[in-house]
């Protein structure tokens, strides 16, 4: 899922005492309510449209899927109590409970769930995330215009019995029943107002622990309690309010006096000592930082001779190579993160057991030799004759301090000029996916513990490829391991997809997400999950 903000970031000035939120007492909050920066606003919080960490943090709070995630980031029963999977591991039936409600009383039914992933895959709703729904039979055809959407391997049996076919063995389809594009919605509730029924409390009808109360755009969205929801009596929170700070100075400041309980964004030059005097821990997260190259046709309409530069892999790879990695983590970003040298990071099994990620594909420090060799066979021998290469980012203290250290890197190894510029977070998301750029900043968070999260998302077909990428044998190699049953040969596959993807070097990683987050010590059972979401239906206040 991509990232919005970088949550390990270097701070470029003081931090400011000043308060940000009016009629807040020095001090914190009394009662169970938990104020928690989400750091920017969300695009939306549309189960189907959502594509980035902060909306599906709201969703996540305010849906239940089929299974929900545990603290171990293990799927157990939601709205699904139990379920029965076929010897072939192509057809699941889920029994559904009866007490599942939705904030306006209504039940939850069967029929909610066939709606909401046939409006996933329909090419009219034009969802990111309609790829993720591909595993089940007919998702992919659907999605292309091939089949009608009642054609989806979905259907009702009766109410509360729901039956899926999928196109081949998924070990991880659980997982993704909890994931936010696999969140029932309401058809009777989406198609009354489809552009503005997830803007408005009132008809953001949802299924999970808590609902929307408020929404103040570029301040803060509120959650209360619901008290329909099936385990009401098990959540101790009154009230989320999670605010939209994308300053990390500001979070920062907020957070010592009192007015945030829970931020996840400390500047750099704080993480020291927050860690040492206990205010931040480290969390595990599973996610890999990086840039990427526009190679879409449309790069030409947005500059010319830059995109014919970038088209050549020489020059992808010089530029790679001209970058060190173990500089930027251990001047710039300084929050423990670990020097990407491949696009799946550590943390995800192999089929023995042991860790996907075997090989360097390029040294953590970078090859300057290499990369001017490289780049002079391009035909810029010292950068000359090079075009100046835009790169832009989502404002932030954080990726503008990674930016100005390659920036440099790319002049001083390559004599590679490069421009820096940032756009507020919805602008940028809409330019990164609308591919009107040359050279930008990305992120991405695992939707479920698995290689395939970081892989398929760049078939040439995918809703989340904003980077053009198009290699035939990229495409055949990802499509026969989602048909694999045996875990080793689909494993194979999958790294044999990584070692196409790394040849061809449409993107550049940069490091391995780390989480660093300040969190009072009176809020207690708050999980963040290694897959960036953060679950608040446990969580209370203890002073």
Request: charged share 25%.
């Amino acid at each position: 899922m991509k990232k919005s903000k970088l949550f390990i970031v270097l701070a470029l000035v003081l931090a400011i005492g000043v308060s940000f939120f009016s009629g807040c007492a020095k001090g914190g909050q009394t009662g169970q309510t938990i104020k928690y920066n989400l750091g920017a606003e969300p695009a939306t919080i549309d189960p189907q449209l959502n594509s980035a960490v902060d909306g599906a943090t709201v969703i996540v709070n305010c849906f239940d899927g089929l299974t929900r995630l545990d603290a171990n980031d293990k799927p157990i029963p939601a709205v699904a109590e139990r379920w029965e999977i076929s010897p072939d591991q192509l057809t699941y039936k889920f029994y559904l409970r009866k007490d599942a409600k939705w904030t306006d009383g209504q039940p939850v039914k069967a029929q909610d769930f066939v709606y909401a992933w046939q409006r996933a895959v329909d090419p009219k709703t034009a969802a990111e995330y309609a790829y993720q729904l591909w595993y089940i039979k007919n998702g992919e055809a659907i999605s292309e215009g091939k089949m009608p959407v009642d054609q989806l391997g979905v259907k009702a049996l009766d109410d509360y019995t729901l039956e899926v076919t999928l196109e081949g063995p998924t070990p991880y389809f659980l997982s993704l029943t909890a994931f936010p594009t696999y969140m029932p919605v309401r058809k009777d509730v989406v198609e009354k107002d489809p552009q503005g029924w997830a803007t408005k409390p009132e008809t953001y009808i949802t299924n999970g622990p808590f609902k929307l109360k408020e929404w103040r755009p570029k301040d803060a969205l509120i959650l209360e309690k619901n008290p329909n929801w099936y385990n009401a009596d098990k959540v101790k929170l009154q009230t989320i309010e999670m605010k939209m700070l994308e300053d990390q100075t500001s979070a920062l400041a907020a957070f010592r006096t009192g007015q945030l309980d829970y931020i996840e964004s400390p500047p750099s030059a704080e993480i020291p000592n927050l860690l040492k005097s206990g205010e931040a821990k480290v969390f595990p997260y599973l996610g890999t930082y990086f840039y990427i190259f526009n190679l879409s046709p449309n790069a030409e309409k947005v500059d010319p001779a830059a995109a014919k530069a970038i088209k050549d892999v020489r020059v992808r790879k010089a530029i790679n190579l001209a970058i060190n990695r173990k500089a930027i983590v251990e001047n710039v970003t300084k929050g423990g993160q670990i020097p990407a040298t491949s696009f799946v990071p550590n943390g995800i099994p192999d089929a023995d057991g042991k860790d996907f990620k075997k090989k360097d594909y390029f040294p953590a420090e970078g090859n300057v030799e290499e990369a001017k060799k490289l780049l002079a066979e391009a035909g810029y021998p010292d950068g000359k004759g090079f075009p100046k290469i835009t790169l832009i980012y989502n404002t932030s203290q954080g990726h503008q301090a990674i930016a100005m250290a390659i920036q440099d890197m790319l002049k001083k190894n390559l004599g590679i000029n490069i421009e820096l510029a940032n756009q507020e977070w919805k602008v940028f998301q809409k330019t990164r996916d609308e591919r009107n750029y040359i050279f930008a900043r990305h992120g991405w968070i695992a939707d479920y513990v698995d290689p395939m999260t970081f892989l398929d998302m760049w078939v040439s077909n995918s809703g989340q490829n904003n980077i053009g990428y198009n290699n035939p044998e990229y495409d055949k190699k990802i499509a026969a391991a989602k048909k694999e049953a045996d875990p080793a040969k689909r494993m194979q596959l999958l790294h044999e997809a990584e070692d196409i993807l790394m040849n061809d070097m449409p993107l550049v990683p940069l490091y391995y997400y780390t989480n660093i987050a300040c969190v009072k010590d009176y809020v207690k059972d708050v999980h963040k999950s290694v897959l960036g979401f953060v679950y608040f239906e446990n969580a209370y206040i203890q002073k």
